[in-house]
């Protein structure tokens, strides 16, 4: 490399909201420097996303952020929908359901502007973040050595470099046009009008969500502190933006979530258009693009920060470990795009299309009739279990990635968080790190593992076992018979060579 060639930063990070700071965050984690911009100088005004499910909490806990998280938000390990007419329970999930593979499981409800601020409070604490604000990313360009960043910051014209750089700037930022790429998928017929509202009625604090069940289209609120709810409601095809956001029409919504007479004062209201959509792929050369900026999804569910997490998860451990400067960097950086790709068109969104179509497409009457038989075999365990563990985000798998060994079930999922023999939990003793398992009544000889004596059932394995968990805990492969030589070729398969074998200190 010549002389006067210098790289700024090995990341740039272009965004500033909850994706980008995570990622900044995660990029800490492991030591690697980043420098983060963002054009806004102060906060959001209204509380967006606003619900960080449990396995996002665990990839928080990795980067030793989820504490000051927890601490500024409303933690609920029982989550209550009631029907906005009779106030009856219509969903109850209990999280503790899935305490065995989950550490203190729970929904966490914090406004995102909230979660900006402690995100960005952790970031500016770190030596290895650097955030800029009030800075306005012009371009993008890259060669096969970095990328160029051009942009206007308080002080004029800023050129930086990075090894590489990652795109959190959102729907409408500069990142994925740079690409030339384009979100592809489909626009809803309905909008929905999403608005943060103080209401002068106190309902029972397990109560944290409203449906409306009687009426056509879309509407249901969220509490996401005492009296301060998020409320989202179906617009019809044809009704005017003026007409959708009168004082009248959102009255008239209010009255339905929170009965008759309600008075609330509404600090932000606005329509939306409901998406489902994600870019051609969320990798080019040196750049990447997490978040908004890769994919959009329908508010229902609340899983669209989430996944951005779980995008910026998954390259902060790839990107550092390609700075060991071992191995094959550019498979392990394009095998973001095929993982988190796939975990967006067949997880994320099959879920909240699903849950967007039932709210709006369904006549009352049957929308009724499906609330009904939901709420009854919610009342099962099993059925607690499978839905805490879905819309905590912990069910989704990988199939199609070239560095994961699906030829058995467990590969390509999460871990569970099981308690180990010493009373201390899995994930605790991972530390966020990639590492070898001994599943079952086995040894590996020369090598660091965690040890499993006893696998659950649900690990599907016939045998004792080696297992390889990456350091975002998915499960990479399954070594039936393990030896040196086969534990040797599946780690170089899941890291494309970039991080050592876990070799045992003499």
Same mark, same amino acid.
């Given at each position: 490399m010549d002389d006067e060639f210098r790289l700024d930063a090995p990341v740039i990070i272009v965004g500033g909201g909850p994706v980008g700071l995570g990622l900044a965050l995660g990029l800490a984690r492991y030591r690697v420097r980043s420098i983060l911009l963002e054009r806004r100088t102060g906060e959001i005004g209204e509380s967006r996303a606003m619900v960080i499910w449990p396995r996002t909490q665990e990839l928080l806990r990795d980067w030793l952020a989820y504490d000051a998280v927890r601490a500024a938000g409303m933690f609920v390990r029982d989550f209550r929908a009631c029907d906005a007419g009779s106030n009856a329970p219509i969903v109850d999930l209990d999280f503790r359901n899935i305490d065995d593979v989950f550490d203190d499981p729970g929904a966490l409800i914090i406004p995102q502007y909230v979660t900006e601020r402690v995100l960005e409070e952790l970031a500016a604490a770190s030596a290895y973040c650097d955030v800029r604000r009030g800075v306005e990313v012009a371009t993008l360009a890259q060669d096969e050595r970095c990328v160029t960043v051009t942009a206007t910051g308080p002080a004029g014209p800023i050129t930086l470099r990075g090894a590489y750089a990652a795109g959190c700037d959102g729907a409408h930022g500069v990142s994925r046009h740079a690409l030339g790429l384009s979100l592809e998928g489909t626009t809803y017929r309905s909008r929905v009008v999403l608005s943060d509202d103080v209401i002068d009625r106190t309902f029972d604090d397990c109560d944290l969500a409203r449906v409306d069940v009687d009426s056509p289209g879309l509407a249901f609120a969220i509490r996401f502190a005492p009296n301060e709810w998020r409320t989202i409601a179906s617009i019809p095809p044809g009704v005017t933006e003026e007409v959708a956001l009168s004082p009248q029409?959102? /009255?008239?919504?209010?009255?339905?979530?929170? #009965?008759? #007479?309600?008075? !609330?004062?509404?600090?932000?209201?606005?329509?939306?258009?409901?998406?489902?959509?994600? =870019?051609?792929?969320?990798? /080019?050369?040196?750049?990447?693009? =997490?978040?908004?900026?890769?994919?959009?999804?329908?508010? !229902?569910?609340?899983?669209?920060?989430? %996944?951005? *997490?779980?995008? /910026? =998860?998954?390259?902060?451990?790839?990107? /550092?470990?390609?700075?060991?400067?071992?191995?094959?960097? !550019?498979?392990?950086?394009?095998?973001?795009?095929?993982?988190?790709?796939?975990?967006?068109?067949?997880?994320?969104?099959?879920?909240?299309?699903?849950?967007? @179509? *039932?709210?709006? #497409?369904?006549?009352?009457?049957?929308?009724?009739?499906?609330?009904?038989?939901?709420?009854?075999?919610?009342? #099962?365990?099993?059925?607690?279990?499978?839905?805490?563990?879905?819309?905590?985000?912990?069910?989704?798998?990988? &199939?199609?990635?070239?560095?994961?060994?699906?030829?058995?079930?467990? %590969?390509?999922? +999460?871990?569970?968080?099981?308690?180990?023999?010493?009373?201390?939990?899995?994930? +605790?003793?991972?530390?966020?790190?990639? &590492?070898?398992? !001994? =599943?079952?009544?086995? @040894?590996l000889n020369g090598f660091r593992s965690i040890g499993v004596l006893v696998p659950p059932k649900r690990w599907h394995l016939k045998r004792a076992a080696a297992l390889i968990v990456r350091p975002d805990g998915c499960v990479a492969s399954v070594i039936d018979a393990p030896d040196p030589g086969r534990i040797a070729e599946a780690w170089q398969r899941a890291f494309c060579g970039t991080l050592p074998l876990p070799l045992a200190e003499a």
């Open positions: 029409a959102h /009255a008239a919504r209010l009255e339905r979530l929170f #009965g008759k #007479g309600v008075q !609330a004062r509404t600090s932000w209201s606005s329509l939306f258009n409901i998406h489902r959509r994600h =870019a051609q792929r969320f990798t /080019a050369g040196r750049i990447a693009l =997490a978040g908004d900026a890769a994919h959009l999804n329908s508010p !229902a569910g609340a899983q669209g920060m989430n %996944a951005g *997490l779980h995008d /910026a =998860a998954n390259l902060a451990w790839k990107l /550092a470990a390609i700075f060991n400067d071992i191995g094959d960097g !550019a498979a392990l950086f394009n095998s973001y795009d095929l993982e988190r790709r796939e975990m967006v068109t067949d997880t994320v969104e099959r879920f909240t299309d699903r849950l967007t @179509r *039932l709210g709006i #497409g369904l006549p009352p009457s049957i929308k009724q009739f499906g609330i009904r038989c939901f709420s009854r075999a919610l009342r #099962g365990r099993g059925m607690q279990r499978k839905i805490c563990r879905g819309i905590g985000m912990l069910s989704g798998r990988y &199939v199609k990635s070239p560095i994961i060994d699906t030829r058995h079930p467990l %590969a390509g999922r +999460r871990i569970d968080d099981l308690v180990l023999s010493d009373g201390k939990r899995l994930n +605790r003793a991972r530390n966020g790190e990639a &590492v070898l398992i !001994a =599943a079952g009544d086995i @040894r």
